[in-house]
């Protein structure tokens, strides 16, 4: 149980004592704030309608209670202005540091029997991954991590969205213009490879339409007559069909896009438990629409396209199937949450998906729903703003998105010049500097991207997520690697294993500031696991990280004044070098030993 939780339990046994009844009100506990003396705040607002009496008067005589009940828990109190300031005994933090300091399980909570499905990266297989993906990627990821932190059996997943008419576009640039070129022979990354071929398209496609234009068409009647997007409709068609050169090409070329994202994926250390593909879940989606054909949910327009009406629900009509019989988007998406309810039965089932997309999801969970899909109100879309550059918004179509694998070598190279830059490097051997690059240069790029809510658009700006003095994760790094010097001193170590430490130790305000920040470690992975918000636990590795480099700067560790303070250092450096590791790994960090 949390110091906060602490608190409100003995808050409770409070109010009940002096009135005698139990409300049920819920009590609010917040941080002191640091302008008034204490650790924790009672709000005294929301309980003095229920109790009838001032503010004032409620908190001395609720403030008198806990004193005089708990006073091996708290040391002191003052009431202002409706708040009752609460100070902790340092007693509680040093018998907290004592049971704690080395538990590396700290924070983490046993089994809950639940199970979540959590969907990300996605992506389609025509094109590398770019940075749009990465605050996905990092962002799915990290939720995972933070959901099997909190007790649930945690299934990490992908879609493969590698078929359909974005697909036939790559595979007909290839056809027309490659001349057998593949990424052996031209030594480009097998995602790089097909990209370029998708971007190849659609600059040719522009002329096209331009020429149709100029002749008299209209700009969509250019876009429908254009050869390329009459051979890339038929392409489609013909792989449905079944067309044994079509997909011969297309399985090529999807096997050299997956070598290509692997490669990513391993340099980026993320994961999936499970992989599905387009291409398998688009027939149960076609059999979905059929069912649903018979049951009414959807409906046939006179030119054989299928539709729902969600008129009624505040939307509109929403193709799920074209007038070719081929499948939309929508469709394989109905046919995958199908198949995850049929081989998981998730409690939560989680889509980390761009907030472009709000729409297409909502009409997602009602159509699950009407064809009473199993687990269709489980549906949760993972709504998150794109991401921009200084010069504006990406465009994939016109070749400037910035690729995943260039910007990852960026920040590496950045990561160096810094470095260096700082005169950091001396007693380095080569091979571990440029580890620790990687390290520096990842981190700084995932840190930035999951330091802001997930809700929120944001703008990357490579030179700023490398700063030892800012708010990156080069900034816990340092702190990291500072706690880790520390720790490798001289008769440190000896002191943490075989030195006990006594209750009567007196804290300095920044030691029991560090100690109180600790402590939230796992209230706060439980706020950012309801949020599904790795923003707050970056929030609070960098609260730590600074908190901790106050506390350094004021007082030493290794050649504390006395030996019980020796003791009590020693012992608060290896858990906030604990929390750093635990909170950073919740985001995907690494932290080097030494920087």
């Keep these: 149980m949390t110091v906060s939780s602490k608190i409100e339990q003995f808050a409770r046994q409070g109010l009940i004592e002096l009135f005698q009844r139990d409300e049920g009100i819920p009590i609010q506990v917040n941080d002191t704030k640091p302008e008034f003396a204490g650790d924790y705040t009672v709000v005294l607002f929301s309980l003095v309608k229920s109790f009838r009496i001032s503010p004032e008067k409620l908190g001395i005589q609720l403030g008198n209670n806990l004193i005089e009940r708990n006073p091996e828990f ?73 959901f099997n932190m909190n007790g649930y059996d945690v299934v990490k997943t992908c879609i493969a969205n590698d078929r359909g008419i974005h697909i036939c576009k790559s595979m007909m640039a290839w056809k027309l213009f490659a001349k057998g070129a593949t990424p052996a022979s031209t030594g480009i990354k097998g995602d790089h490879f097909v990209g370029d071929y998708y971007v190849l398209f659609n600059e040719e496609l522009k002329k096209q339409v331009e020429e149709l234009v100029s002749a008299g068409l209209s700009k969509e009647e250019a876009e429908k007559e254009s ?38 994926y391993r340099r980026l250390d993320v994961d999936f438990d499970k992989i599905y593909y387009e291409s398998n879940t688009y027939l149960l989606g076609k059999d979905l629409v059929e069912f649903g054909l018979r049951q009414r949910v959807f409906f046939q327009k006179p030119d054989a396209s299928v539709w729902i009406d969600l008129t009624a629900e505040g939307l509109d009509e929403k ?144 030179e700023e997520s490398i700063d030892l003095h800012g708010y990156t994760a080069t900034f816990v790094q340092y702190a990291y690697a500072r706690i880790k010097s520390i720790l490798r001193k001289d008769g440190v170590l000896e002191v943490l294993r075989n030195s006990s430490l006594g209750p009567g130790n007196h804290l300095l305000p920044l030691e029991k500031a560090l100690l109180v920040q600790i402590e939230k470690f796992p209230a706060m992975v439980d706020q950012a696991c309801l949020e599904m ?11 730590v990280a600074k908190t901790f480099n106050s506390f350094y700067a004021e007082h030493s560790v290794a050649q504390a004044e006395t030996l019980e303070k020796k003791v009590l250092r020693v012992r608060l450096a290896n858990f ?16 080097p030993e030494r920087m």
């Design 319 to 462: 193709i799920v199937q074209r007038k070719d019989g081929t499948a939309v988007y929508i469709t394989q998406d109905i046919g995958l949450a199908q198949l995850k309810a049929e081989e998981y039965s998730p409690d939560l089932s989680i889509y980390v998906v761009g907030d472009e997309q709000n729409y297409h999801f909502k009409v997602l969970k009602l159509i699950c729903q009407k064809l009473s899909i199993p687990a269709a109100d489980k549906i949760f879309h993972l709504s998150y703003g794109m991401v921009e550059l200084p010069s504006g918004r990406m465009k994939t179509r016109e070749g400037t998105v910035v690729d995943a694998d260039d910007l990852l070598d960026e920040m590496h190279n950045e990561a160096k010049r810094k470095t260096q830059e700082q005169g950091k490097t001396e007693g380095i051997d080569r091979a571990e500097l440029e580890t620790l690059y990687e390290l520096i240069g990842t981190g700084g790029l995932r840190f930035f991207l999951l330091r802001v809510d997930p809700k929120k658009r944001m703008v990357f700006n490579p």
């Design 227 to 264: 050869p390329l997007m009459k051979g890339v409709q038929q392409m489609l068609v013909d792989w449905e069909a079944g067309s044994a050169d079509i997909l011969e090409l297309w399985q090529t070329m999807n096997k050299w896009v997956y070598a290509g994202f692997d490669a990513t």
């Design 533 to 543: 918000n790795p923003s707050l636990i970056a929030n609070f590795a960098f609260v």
């Design 74 to 146: 708290f040391s002191s109190y003052s009431v202002i202005k409706g708040f009752l300031n609460l100070s902790i005994a340092d007693s509680v933090w040093i018998d907290f540091l004592s049971s704690s300091f080395d538990d590396h399980e700290y924070g983490k909570k046993k089994r809950i029997g639940k199970k979540v499905m959590i969907e990300y990266s996605s992506p389609n297989t025509n094109k590398p991954l770019h940075l749009g993906h990465l605050r996905n990627i990092f962002l799915g990821w990290s939720v995972a991590e933070i």
């Design 576 to 591: 906030t070098a604990n929390i750093l590791h635990r909170s950073m790994r919740l985001l995907g960090i690494n932290l």
